[in-house]
């Protein structure tokens, strides 16, 4: 989160960087609670919209024992039957300091198996931020200008796409 707000701190102008807090909220993924026609859970609609607002996606995350995070895969599953997440762009960062390579790597066959268009070219990872990132710190210069660049490649992508509603 530190990474996201410093990230949107430097976002090039049009470009509105939003992160989501809500995965503390949402309810472990269950079909039986995801039925055609009935009201998701309050916290998935609300991930939902911000995905559907998005016109490109970034998704940042520690590395936990070689594997992505357990809430960002239940967030990701809440997301693999929703329909305006196929096509978005979408970038993967990882800043663990110990390196992060196993999750990432795993992140960007999930979301290419949810039909994201994962530029994996500009992702980003370890080492890219060396040391662990204070809430609200700045990020340092080499830092700043892989983040700048990766969220220019983001930006092409997503002006790339049809607009929305066409
Ligand atoms: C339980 C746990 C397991 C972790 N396992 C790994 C790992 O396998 N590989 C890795 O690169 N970092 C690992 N880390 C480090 C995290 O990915 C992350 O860099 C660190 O927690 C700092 O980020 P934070 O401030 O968001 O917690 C682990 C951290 C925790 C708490």
New binding site residues.
Partial sequence: M?LLEAAARLAPPGMEIVPWRGLNELPHFNPDLDREGDAPPPAVASLRAEVSAAAGLIVSS?????GVPGALKNALDWLVSYPDVAGKPVLVWN??????H??QASLVEILKTMSTRVLVESSLL?PFLPK?LAPGAELADDAARAVRSSLAALGLAAARLPSQGS
């Avoid at 520690?62 to 070689?66: C, I, L």
């Avoid at 800043?95 to 992060?100: F, L, Q």
């Fill in positions: 530190a520690p590395e936990y024992a070689h800043a663990s300091a110990a390196g992060g196993h999750a370890a662990k």
